[in-house]
């Protein structure tokens, strides 16, 4: 389980640099943003894995001003390969379990630090009966049953003295997190070639251990122009296998792993225009096509069917900056590019922003303008 070899990541990355702008589309001169991205007709996905093109529909929608349904602020989420769905509530500290159809299951929790207790919950993830809590407060991840017992804790500050950026449990020992330290923005992709995209917990002993990918293996090396910092994680199975998707938060990149043989299935680098102010924090990277002069809102929500990537354009010349929309694509965990378009903030699909997903689908979460909610949207082939 040896890292990729230099070589032959820097031939995949010229191959994958002229199919990226092939598919890719930048903005052109004096476009509007609804034409940056368009639904792709089936011949665009263009590939040798009899993939099909998919689309999104919205299913059901879960949030209300009062009831059961009533979030003050949804700070993390996370779904069962079942369908059940466990809701932290950052005013309330209190995590809901519920289903699609609304079906309130169970609610526990409340704020403070003692047993049952939590005080700034940032990631979620099931594993079996078994939810996973990670508090990043307390700095522990803790093991509840579905009655909101707690089972046990790890103190994650003596691991991971940075926290997790994303949690997902492979199988009964082991998880993943995402790596905070990787690395960080002032830091370039080759300055470390030992930080890993991915870190595996143990979770009998608390030991971590590093995955086989490191920050170097798939991100080109150009001082100046490349950040990599994959922050965003999530964890999937197809066809019963699990697989890691991970998405650089500087740019619209992302990463498959299989989490067996913690080898990289696939990576794409979508080249696209971020319209920002020169900073001189960060000289010389605006505007560009493959990266962002700075992190935005993104995330990277998986599915049976493959992963959503996500990232959000501000217009960074009004003041306050305004939401522009967001940048999707769905691809299959081999890289097929099935789905692929700007949302304005104004359309009806612009639904937030995608936090954890299941089967066929995925969890929109939205906290203003208006009630807080879930949005559940189903990733079907396009008819």
């Known amino acids: 389980m040896g890292a990729v070899p230099p070589n032959?990541?820097?031939?995949?990355?010229?191959?994958?640099?002229?199919?990226?702008?092939?598919?890719?589309?930048?903005?052109?001169?004096?476009?509007?943003?609804?034409?940056?991205?368009?639904?792709?007709?089936?011949?665009?996905?263009?590939?040798?894995?009899?993939?099909?093109?998919?689309?999104?529909?919205?299913?059901?929608?879960?949030?209300?001003?009062?009831?059961?349904?009533?979030?003050?602020?949804?700070?993390?989420?996370?779904?069962?390969?079942?369908?059940?769905?466990?809701?932290?509530?950052?005013?309330?500290?209190?995590?809901?379990?519920?289903?699609?159809?609304?079906?309130?299951?169970?609610?526990?929790?409340?704020?403070?630090?003692?047993?049952?207790?939590?005080?700034?919950v940032v990631n979620l993830a099931f594993r079996g009966d078994t939810l996973l809590v990670n508090d990043e407060d307390a700095s522990s991840l803790f093991f509840v049953d579905l009655s909101g017992a707690q089972l046990r804790s790890i103190r994650l500050s003596n691991v991971l003295p940075h926290g997790a950026a994303g949690l997902g449990a492979v199988d009964d020992t082991t998880l993943i997190v995402g790596n905070v330290l990787l690395p960080s923005e002032d830091a370039r992709a080759g300055d470390d070639p030992g930080r890993?995209?991915?870190?595996?917990?143990?979770?009998?002993?608390?030991?971590?251990?590093?995955?086989?990918?490191?920050?170097?293996?798939?991100?080109?090396?150009?001082?100046?122009?490349?950040?990599?910092?994959?922050?965003?994680?999530?964890?999937?199975?197809?066809?019963?296998?699990?697989?890691?998707?991970?998405?650089?938060?500087?740019?619209?990149?992302?990463?498959?792993?299989?989490?067996?043989?913690?080898?990289?299935?696939?990576?794409?680098?979508?080249?696209?225009?971020?319209?920002v102010p020169f900073s001189p924090r960060y000289p010389g990277r605006a505007p560009s096509l493959a990266y962002r002069p700075g992190p935005h809102v993104s995330a990277v929500a998986c599915t049976a069917r493959g992963a959503l990537y996500w990232a959000r354009r501000n217009d960074w010349e009004a003041v306050p900056p305004r939401n522009m929309g967001a940048y999707a694509e769905f691809r299959g965990y081999d890289g097929s590019l099935l789905y692929k378009r700007f949302i304005p903030a104004d359309d009806s699909l612009y639904l937030g922003l995608p936090m954890a997903g299941w089967g066929e689908y995925v969890i929109f979460v939205r906290n203003g303008p208006d009630v807080p909610h879930l949005s559940i949207v189903q990733v079907r082939p396009r008819s």
């Not at 998919?54 to 700070?75: C, D, K, N, T, Y």
Request: aromatic letters at 6%.
């Open 8 to 120: 032959a990541t820097r031939s995949f990355l010229a191959a994958l640099s002229i199919l990226t702008l092939l598919l890719g589309c930048g903005e052109p001169a004096g476009g509007h943003s609804s034409q940056l991205f368009r639904d792709l007709p089936p011949a665009e996905t263009a590939n040798s894995l009899s993939a099909k093109p998919v689309e999104l529909r919205q299913v059901a929608h879960i949030g209300s001003l009062s009831g059961p349904h009533a979030f003050g602020q949804i700070g993390a989420v996370a779904a069962r390969d079942d369908g059940l769905i466990a809701v932290y509530d950052q005013q309330s500290c209190e995590i809901t379990l519920l289903r699609m159809d609304d079906e309130l299951t169970r609610r526990f929790g409340r704020c403070g630090g003692g047993p049952g207790e939590y005080r700034s």
């Open 196 to 275: 890993q995209l991915v870190l595996f917990l143990q979770a009998r002993d608390a030991t971590i251990q590093t995955g086989a990918v490191r920050a170097s293996d798939v991100a080109e090396v150009n001082p100046g122009r490349r950040i990599a910092e994959f922050a965003e994680v999530c964890l999937g199975r197809e066809n019963g296998k699990p697989v890691i998707a991970v998405m650089n938060a500087w740019a619209f990149e992302g990463v498959t792993i299989d989490a067996h043989t913690r080898q990289v299935m696939s990576h794409t680098l979508t080249p696209l225009k971020w319209h």
